[in-house]
């Protein structure tokens, strides 16, 4: 490294550069460094250190003339600006959520940075060094980037792009440094002996005398055929003369109209066109008509003098390098074929008149301005109509904004249909649309393609058989014809615009469907270029990174129109340096810029300006201020406007709210205007009436309302009698007087309790009872032994508990009630050791309690014997009556204990009799049955047909021990003894006892309890009282399906009857028997009880 004052001052600008941008990230701070080291005279190989400069200039300025050089090193000025922004990205305190990866999808790095070369050499020097499939990334084991590396890479982007930009615009104070790098770069001093001087009249355009440069040599077209000065080839579709090559269209040509029709189609509106140099004197680029009278080399423009002094006459225009040409001798008219300078149509060359409109070749658009003087601009900043379209254009425009038509093009003519040959059918039905140029083949007044009515008022542009002829006119006379060239040209058009336009109108129909405009599907598609990407899905997923960097762009613009106004301070209606753009003004811009990125960025930069302007008139001067407001409220002034007046209002309402306490409000005070009006500032009511009517309730002499209470009933009605009624409300458990809000309910009934009886009763519970008798503390409800009820009940009570309980409340009834809905599992079984349940997930006889670690049967629920082993159930119990001597010696009595009551919804077990209360409440499961038929009890109106009692009650079948224990001993020895069923009526051990042993469920002060019966014995009933004596019975009746009905008396028979809804209507003249003989018949043909338990 040399030590030269140049390298030493490059040196200490470098090194405090890169601490500034290391700990702030923000271009702006580093602006005047980079210039410094941008203007510094050293070689590139000692400025730039990361970055290979020389080779990333040859690759990028390998072009074969000095207009491309220009466009290549514009690209990557564009380019090197957005790996500017990833690298300050990188270094800013605050980087975006998604720094580690860079997507290559993005369409804006497509046509940035990764159409120039080196691009990504840059992003591997960032740290980017981990090739993804759609992107580069960061690796895996780096959590933040280096942060000196970046800083001082983004300072070398920074500075080339300064350099480069420089070199382009002709402002760079070293440019011999790159002479040998960029060779079209001395263009302009070899042309400087060519130079012009604009006239005096054009000085009047411009803010200042310029030195404009002389058009270059025409270049040939890359790919094409190789076009001779003098050859002039013809149009592909219409046959004129063309003036456009597009290579992407296989080489085809066209002439200027003909291309802005074929290439306005967005698939292929991104082709790019070479223009085909000619010999001879080109014509104006713009109006289509003059000839050259200057060439703009700042936008590749070739002008006439009247489109060149309106075209420059922009302020965005002005200084443009303009070189004026000599007027040529122009070529001869009888050589080639001629445009009309009135409505533009291209004759043949030996035509004298127009075949359109009969004007003379010779004819100026100065005559055809006389004929129509209202087509004449008075002035070229006056608004001016479109001839085609109508739409009124600003004065400053040259092209029409709706059809881009030039400003004094006329109306586009429609040939007139032939009437000298073909038959009439045919010449007055095929008509062209004015609007969209389609050749409708029908006689219809509106157009197949666009759908609009194109009836005129000269109606040229209807075919024969539509147009209308005002009475007492002269028919107008038949224009000359010319034989038709390129009918099959023309129907191939026709053709490929029908197709197009009607696959562009299924493409918006679709997106109106998921809400996208038309215009975002216009832009989209012609951002998607020819992919068969779907517009909607474009826009869902690369319309907001598109938007960030036209963002990113526009702020880079700013900062570097900042930089070049030097020490102009900016001022409070212009977007400062560090402005920040919301992505809803960019997508407001890229719509109205018709998906264009460049013309969006201005137009983003324009709208922020005119926005930043109002706010000023508005007195808000702070210009960072106002662009923080807009970007919070997306680019609105209105919502900007919000938040700059809220800080404003801030003092005033620490004023009134803070300073002074707000009293309450007093129903008595003798202002009841005020008290209306913060009523309904406070509470919001809907009127100025329920105001009154909330002053009139709390002035009453025996009101006892609070504010709120009386506010919320009268948000509710209207009626005075009914808000009484909405405050008054009694809690049936704590005998308080609360309004209806106040009070809570459950969705099984229509009972109503205040909150805290609501919360306390829950409590209690859910810590110290079952979860089925967490109903209603009123009524009770609901019915507990119908399950879809109660998992409808459950769930509803869910979302009320869990915000009254406590948490730790909460979550026990969470516990209880998983423990429920585990017991429904048929896999779950009670251990009938312990009190303890569980899920079985084997098929085996014998399981294993995981509590008490002892073993039971999984069918029988019996504790679990080695006899048991490769025996059934039934079979096990005869060998234990017939082997067991234990088992004999407790006789009867082991036999009830065994065949105890069994809980049909949760299964578990009790070794109890059932001669006590045929009500049988299970203690695990809350669920209420017969024990003697399993079928559940009611406590309201159940679901059997014809059923209406209200009460406690359940449908018992005949064979149940409900109505058999009625009958006397005997009378069931009987049933046994007529069906030949054995039974006893000894003692097992030959000892007769004075009471019963036998264990039951009693109820002793509200508790229920497992006691001996302790009831007398009688003899002849095996040692067991005679209560127990009949279950003993019973359960042999029930264990062999004996039906009772035999020996049912008539009464009992009639009566049995009724209850299954069997017709007892005796028929004429029928015997008692007879009729007796048929009512048993029928009874017996009814089922017996299905859920009797019959245990042998």
């Not at 058009?215 to 050859?231: F, N």
């Not at 080489?251 to 189609?265: K, V, Y």
């Not at 008022?457 to 147009?467: D, E, H, I, K, R």
């Not at 006397?968 to 069906?979: D, F, K, N, Y």
């Amino acid at each position: 490294m040399s030590s030269s004052p140049a390298s030493v001052q490059m040196e200490e600008v470098r090194r405090r550069s890169q601490s500034l941008l290391s700990s702030s990230g923000s271009a702006q701070d580093v602006k005047e460094e980079v210039q410094t080291m941008a203007s510094v005279l050293l070689p590139l190989s000692e400025k730039y250190r990361h970055l290979g400069v020389e080779a990333m200039l040859r690759e990028n300025a390998a072009c074969r003339n000095a207009q491309e050089v220009v466009e290549s090193l514009s690209r990557l000025v564009k380019a090197l600006s957005i790996l500017e922004k990833y690298g300050c990205n990188l270094t800013s305190p605050a980087r975006p959520r998604y720094w580690r990866s860079v997507k290559h999808n993005n369409p804006v790095f497509r046509t940035t940075v990764d159409a120039v070369k080196g691009g990504r050499t840059v992003l591997f020097l960032y740290g980017y060094t981990n090739q993804q499939i759609d992107g580069l990334s960061f690796p895996d084991d780096v959590t933040e980037p280096d942060g000196a590396k970046v800083a001082a890479v983004t300072l070398e982007v920074m500075t080339l792009r300064t350099e480069v930009d420089m070199l382009v615009k002709g402002t760079h104070p070293h440019p011999e440094n790159f002479r040998d790098i960029i060779p079209f770069i001395t263009q302009k001093e070899e042309l400087v002996s060519d130079v012009v001087v604009v006239p005096h009249e054009e000085e009047q355009l411009a803010d200042k005398p310029q030195v404009l440069s002389l058009p270059d040599k025409p270049t040939v077209i890359p790919g094409g055929p190789h076009l001779e000065p003098s050859t002039a080839t013809d149009c592909n579709l219409c046959g004129a003369a063309s003036s456009l090559v597009c290579p992407s269209c296989d080489n085809q040509t066209f002439c200027d109209a003909c291309d802005n029709l074929f290439h306005r189609h967005p698939s292929r509106a991104d082709h790019r066109r070479e223009k085909i140099q000619k010999s001879q004197q080109g014509i104006c680029t713009i109006c289509g008509i003059s000839a050259v009278h200057a060439q703009c080399s700042t936008c590749v423009q070739r002008l006439c003098e009247n489109c060149d002094k309106l075209f420059h006459s922009h302020p965005d225009h002005k200084g443009h390098n303009r070189t004026f040409e000599t007027a040529a001798k122009a070529s001869s008219p009888s050589l080639s074929p001629w445009e009309c300078a009135h409505c533009t149509k291209v004759n043949e060359m030996r035509a004298v008149l127009c075949a359109t409109c009969e004007r003379p070749r010779l004819a100026t658009a100065a005559s055809a301005a006389q004929d129509n003087p209202a087509s004449v601009p008075t002035s070229p900043n006056t608004e001016w109509q479109c001839k085609s379209c109508t739409v009124v254009n600003q004065g400053s425009s040259i092209l029409c904004e709706v059809c881009e038509r030039p400003r004094l093009a006329t109306r586009p003519p429609v040939a007139a249909p032939p009437s000298g040959s073909g038959s009439p059918a045919d010449s007055g039905a095929k008509w062209m649309c004015q609007f969209c140029t389609y050749m409708n083949t029908s006689p219809t007044t509106v157009c197949e393609m666009c759908n609009l009515s194109c009836k005129d008022s000269a109606g040229v542009s209807l075919p024969l058989s539509l147009q209308q002829n005002p009475s007492g006119t002269k028919e107008q006379p038949t224009p000359r014809t010319q034989p038709r060239t390129g009918v099959d040209v023309e129907a191939k058009r026709q053709k490929m615009m029908r197709e197009d336009g009607l696959r562009l109108v299924q493409q918006i129909r679709e997106a109106e469907k998921r809400g996208v405009s038309a215009e975002e599907v216009y832009a989209a598609i012609g951002m998607c270029g020819g992919s068969n990407t779907n517009p909607c899905d474009w826009l869902t997923s690369e319309l907001p990174h598109l938007l960030d960097e036209i963002c990113a762009m526009a702020a880079s613009v700013q900062v570097e129109r900042d930089g070049e106004e030097g020490a102009e301070p900016s001022g409070p209606g212009v977007a400062g340096g560090g402005a920040k753009l919301s992505r809803a003004e960019a997508k407001l811009a890229w719509l109205s810029a018709g998906g264009d990125t460049d013309r969006a960025v201005r137009q983003l930069l324009r709208d922020r300006r005119v926005k930043m302007k109002e706010l000023h008139s508005l007195g808000f001067r702070d210009a960072l201020r106002c662009e923080e407001a807009l970007r919070l409220s997306g680019g609105e002034v209105k919502g900007a406007l919000s938040l700059l007046q809220r800080p404003l209002l801030e003092p005033f309402h620490q004023r009134i709210w803070t300073d002074q306490p707000e009293p309450p409000i007093d129903p008595k005070h003798p202002d009841r205007q005020r008290m209306c009006r913060r009523l309904l500032a406070l509470y919001d009511l809907p009127s100025w009436g329920r105001c009154e009517l909330v002053l009139t309730l709390l002035q009453e002499p025996d009101a006892t309302y609070s504010l709120e209470d009386v506010v919320q009933a009268v948000k509710e009605s209207h009626n005075k009698d009914f808000i009484r009624r909405l405050l008054v409300n009694e809690c049936p458990c704590c005998l308080s007087i609360f309004p209806r809000s106040k009070m809570q309910s459950l969705t099984s009934c229509q009972c109503s309790v205040c909150h805290e009886c609501f919360r306390m009763h829950f409590t209690i519970a859910v810590r110290d009872k079952h979860i089925r008798d967490m109903v209603c503390p009123v009524c009770g409800e609901p019915d507990i032994n119908d399950p879809e009820q109660l998992d409808s009940y459950f769930s509803t009570l869910d979302i009320q508990l869990r915000n009254c309980l406590e948490l730790d409340v909460y979550n026990l009834f969470h516990k209880k009630l998983t423990e429920h809905a585990l017991m429904k599992d048929p896999k779950f079984l009670w251990c009938c050791h312990c009190t303890s349940g569980f899920i079985n997930d084997g098929d085996q006889m014998k399981v294993t309690c995981p509590s008490c670690r002892k073993s039971f049967c999984a069918k029988c629920k019996k504790p679990w014997e080695p006899q048991h082993q490769d025996l059934s159930c039934e079979q096990f119990q005869q060998w234990k009556r017939d082997n067991d001597p234990e088992y004999q010696r407790q006789g009867l009595a082991g036999f009830l204990r065994d065949n105890g009551i069994t809980c049909p919804s949760c299964g578990f077990q009790y070794a109890l009799t059932k001669g006590g209360c045929m009500h049988f409440s299970c203690s695990q499961c809350r669920y209420q049955f017969c024990s003697g038929c399993n079928n559940p009890y009611h406590k309201t109106v159940c679901k059997t047909a014809q059923c209406s009692y209200t009460g406690l009650h359940a449908h018992h079948p005949r064979d149940c021990l409900f109505y058999l224990r009625d009958w006397e001993p005997p009378r069931l020895q009987a049933l046994l003894q007529r069906s030949g069923v054995e039974f006893n009526t000894d003692p097992s051990n030959g000892t007769q006892s004075d009471a019963c042993c036998l264990m039951e469920q009693k109820d002793e002060a509200g508790q229920q309890i497992d006691s001996p019966c302790g009831l007398q014995t009688q003899p002849g009933q095996a040692g067991l009282c005679e209560k127990h004596y009949r279950e003993y019975l019973v359960s042999l009746i029930n264990a062999h399906s004996l039906d009772p009905s035999p020996l049912y008396d008539p009464r009992e028979q009639i009566r049995a009857c009724e209850r299954y809804q069997v017709d007892t209507q005796r028929g004429e003249n029928e015997d008692d028997n007879v009729y007796h003989a048929r009512l048993l018949k029928k009874l017996m043909e009814v089922p017996l009880g299905e859920k009797v338990p019959r245990n042998k």
